[in-house]
């Protein structure tokens, strides 16, 4: 009897700054690599290597980004600055984590191909780490999520998503809500109250009076476009990050 030979397979990339498959990663039998050209622009695609710390693209290795940040993630400093926080956008809440980085420098960051420029595309993967708790998970030994909660005001349009976020060193709950609108440049985070005591019926209140503001909408305008009849909050599934993020992952950081 003949055995079948077992086919090893590589991840490889496209390299073409120009084409829109250019972060887009492909397994392929290991044979074809050098060979394999990309579908839309037709270059060679070149292989590529992916773990926790590093990405490597034909024998070049760079540290990755999102792992210098948990690396030097600072949760003292963390502890000391939050409760300044009350409420902004995505963004600003992002920047406060990131002067939590110890020796964090934006002109550091480089994208896929060792250049700058690209800040924006990791600002908005960190801004999804943070809307739905995942970045914090990555310190287990720090931070617990107690419950999260979801409130749908307008399907696909606007809705409200939270956590109770339980910081293990100071015994505090901080309850987090993230406003999603229809444009991403309306999304926002708020930091609704900082307690030493987590009681799930005094939480749905307090996620239930943020919505009050829509309510209080469809009184004063009777005839708007969207009915702000806002659902009270109710317990959910953790939140799963989107699976839109390819390019941010493969951000680097260059280490002075």
């Known amino acids: 009897m003949i055995k079948k030979k077992q086919i090893k397979y590589k991840l490889v990339t496209c390299v073409n700054k120009e084409c829109k498959n250019k972060f887009a990663s492909l397994k392929i039998p290991e044979v074809l690599v ?73 002109n550091n960051i480089r994208n896929q191909y060792g250049e700058k420029g690209d800040e924006d595309i990791f600002l908005e993967y960190i801004g999804a780490l943070l809307q739905t708790g995942e970045f914090f998970l990555k310190f287990k030994e720090d931070f617990k999520i107690e419950k999260y909660f979801i409130s749908i005001v307008v399907k696909d349009a606007l809705w409200n998503e939270a956590y109770v976020l339980f ?28 307690k030493n ?27 708007s476009k969207y009915n702000l009849n806002a659902p009270n909050f109710r317990v959910c599934k953790p939140f799963k990050l989107w699976d839109t993020f390819n390019s941010a992952k493969k951000f680097t950081y260059i280490i002075n």
């Open 34 to 106: 050098g060979i394999q050209k990309c579908q839309i622009c037709k270059n060679i695609m070149l292989s590529e290597s992916l773990n926790n710390k590093k990405i490597t693209i034909n024998n070049i290795s760079r540290l990755k980004l999102i792992y210098y940040i948990y690396e030097n993630f600072d949760i003292k400093k963390f502890h000391k600055v939050i409760d300044t926080y009350k409420n902004g956008m995505i963004d600003d809440f992002s920047n406060l984590i990131l002067k939590c980085v110890k020796g964090f420098n934006f």
């Open 167 to 194: 910081s293990k060193n100071n015994k505090k709950f901080r309850l987090l809500l993230a406003h999603f609108g229809q444009h991403g440049g309306q999304d926002s985070i708020y930091l609704i109250s900082t």
């Open 197 to 223: 005591k987590f009681v799930l019926n005094d939480t749905l209140e307090e996620l239930n009076n943020f919505n009050q503001q829509y309510r209080n909408i469809d009184k004063e305008t009777l005839k």
